[in-house]
């Protein structure tokens, strides 16, 4: 039977749950989609007349693999003016830190206030769609892997034929288009050392050949000729980072999608609308 005293999970009583850790700061001080949604920060963004930061927590709250939580970001001045989000910081639900300069330096900041042992989900406050079984297929999957970091993906066929109107930025690899779900796993204390590579390359997110180029002219040149497969590519990262790297596909289109636009934001606005005018429920999975 499951617990309803969630907050009675704790790392050291149950190792293997994950803390998850929200990167919930905007990347710039004046975000588009937080003016066109006039909020003070696109994590405030509502959809499904609920902001989206609360969305992800409502996810990783209903999730069976998660015991903490931790959001970083956005200003705490921000997080005080909504009093759901605020309630639950003072509840002890969710512990609250500031932000970096970076989500790269945010997360590496979370993670160092972790026991080395517990194991980390890394999501952003704009993972819209997310829902527990997604989380709880990710965290699942990826300690199966046996590796020290674990990325989610989703093939970008899979996406586009669920949700034709949307446009992800995807990394062709052996034949097949693969778009991130911004779920990350950190399962071991070498893994966290994955953030100093990523350091150097997040800000080239969004130009896939200039994030291969990272890995050497010779992975460069296989991904430039439709020769490197997934397999190869996290073999590759692997060796550059010094860690054993892997990778989840997702069999969720909806965990490719995020809120990086005003575009973005609106299509999210209308799946979930369609969801809700079909009676899904919301932590319902698709059916088979």
Sequence with gaps: MKKN????????????????????????????????????????????????????????SAAESIGNQILCGPGRDIVDGNSELA????????????????????????????????????TT??????????????????????????????????????YPETRRTAYRLGGTAYCSCNLFAFLTPGGRNAADFWRRVENLRKNPFRVVNAFGWISTLRYLTARLTLSEALGRASRVMGLK??????????????VDSVSDWRIAESIVSRNMEAGRHPDDPPSP
């Design 125 to 162: 406050a704009d993972h819209a769609l997310l829902k527990a079984f997604i989380v709880d297929h990710f965290c699942a999957e990826a300690q199966r892997t046996g590796c020290d970091i674990v990325a989610a993906l989703a093939r970008r066929d899979d996406v586009t034929a669920a």
């Design 87 to 122: 309630a639950r910081i003072a509840s002890g639900r969710i512990r609250w830190i500031g932000n970096k300069a970076t989500p790269s330096t945010s997360a590496c900041h979370a993670m160092q206030s972790l026991s080395p042992g517990t194991p980390v989900l890394l």
């Design 245 to 258: 790297v892997g990778a989840v596909v997702m069999p969720y289109p909806e965990a490719a999608i995020d």
């Design 5 to 60: 005293c969630r907050e009675c999970r704790s790392e050291d009583l149950s190792p293997t749950l994950f803390t998850a850790i929200v990167l919930a700061a905007d990347r710039e001080s004046d975000n588009p989609v937080a003016a066109a949604a006039g909020v003070p920060c696109k994590a405030l963004a509502t959809v499904g007349e609920r902001p989206m930061v609360l969305r992800v927590l409502d996810a990783l």
